[in-house]
C-alpha cells in the first residue's frame, strides 16, 4: 500500500527559509500527480504547488516566486523549497498523490488526491 511521510518542518523566523521532503513509499510515483498542500487553522485545505509526471509544475499565486517544487523520482522523493517566508506561511503542510488522471494543477480539490502523508507544521514568526 502506498505511504507518503513528510519532514523537514519546523519554526522560522520571517524572511527565512525551509525544505520540505516527503518520501514515497508503495508505488512509482513517478507516473502520479504529486502536491503540497496545505492547512491553516480555520482555513480550508489549499493547494501549494503541484508537479506532474511530466515534470511540469504550478504555484499557487500567494506562493509563485518564493516556492519551489521538485521531485526526485529515482528515490521517489518530492521536495518544496520555501524562501521569503511569511507568518502567512503558517500552516500544517501535506504531500499527495493521485494517480487518477486529473488535471495536475493547484485549483484541483484535495479530494481528488488518493495518498496523503500525515503532515508537517510550519510555523513562520514575524
Known amino acids: 500500500q502506498g505511504q507518503l511521510v513528510e519532514s523537514g518542518g519546523g519554526s522560522v523566523q520571517a524572511g527565512g527559509s525551509l525544505r520540505l521532503s516527503c518520501t514515497a513509499s508503495?508505488?512509482?510515483?513517478?507516473?502520479?500527480?504529486m502536491a503540497w498542500f496545505r492547512q491553516a487553522p480555520g482555513k480550508e485545505r489549499e493547494g501549494v504547488a503541484t508537479?506532474?509526471?511530466?515534470?511540469?509544475?504550478t504555484y499557487a499565486g500567494s506562493v509563485n516566486g518564493r516556492f519551489t517544487v521538485s521531485k526526485d523520482n529515482a528515490k521517489n522523493h518530492l521536495y518544496l523549497q520555501r524562501s521569503s517566508l511569511k507568518p502567512d506561511d503558517t500552516a500544517m503542510y501535506y504531500c499527495?498523490?493521485?494517480?487518477?488522471?486529473?488535471?495536475?494543477?493547484?485549483?484541483?480539490?484535495?479530494?481528488?488526491?488518493?495518498?496523503w502523508g500525515q503532515g508537517t507544521q510550519v510555523t513562520v514568526s514575524s
Open positions: 508537479i506532474g509526471r511530466d515534470g511540469f509544475k
Open positions: 499527495a498523490a493521485s494517480g487518477k488522471g486529473i488535471p495536475c494543477s493547484t485549483g484541483t480539490p484535495w479530494d481528488q488526491y488518493n495518498y
Open positions: 508503495g508505488y512509482a510515483y513517478s507516473d502520479y500527480c
